[in-house]
């Protein structure tokens, strides 16, 4: 069984940073990727960042520039440095990991609030 724990969320004033971090436990050892995805209310999920074992990124477009993940391959940690936060980021975030041949995993989320 694998688990992943998040941490990090909070409120934040607009412009602000936050920064999550999500870190795996159990049965896993390596992995294909690792990402957050985000879900504001009455919206569907959405990828916000994915990172590969090897490095590669891809983002959404609404946060490219503002949101950078990092990821430790030999703990099997993710993170997101999110800076400039707007109100529109608002959302629960959550963890997403990958393995190699399984299926994938999610957190439990955890809430990002942008207010002034």
């Known amino acids: 069984q694998v688990q992943l724990v998040e941490s990090g969320g909070g409120l934040v004033q607009p412009g602000g940073s936050l920064r999550l971090s999500c870190a795996a436990s159990?049965?896993?050892?390596?992995?294909?990727?690792m990402g957050w995805y985000r879900q504001a209310p009455g919206k569907q999920r959405e990828l916000v960042a994915l990172?590969?074992?090897?490095?590669?990124?891809n983002y959404a477009d609404s946060v490219k520039g503002r949101f950078t993940i990092t990821r430790d391959n030999a703990k099997i940690t993710v993170s997101l440095q999110m800076n400039s936060l707007k109100p529109d980021d608002t959302a629960v975030y959550y963890c997403?990991?990958?393995?190699?041949?399984?299926?994938?995993?999610w957190g439990q989320g955890t809430q990002v609030t942008v207010s002034s």
């Open positions: 159990g049965s896993i050892f390596s992995f294909y990727a």
């Open positions: 997403n990991l990958v393995p190699w041949g399984r299926d994938e995993y």
């Open positions: 990172i590969t074992s090897g490095g590669s990124t």
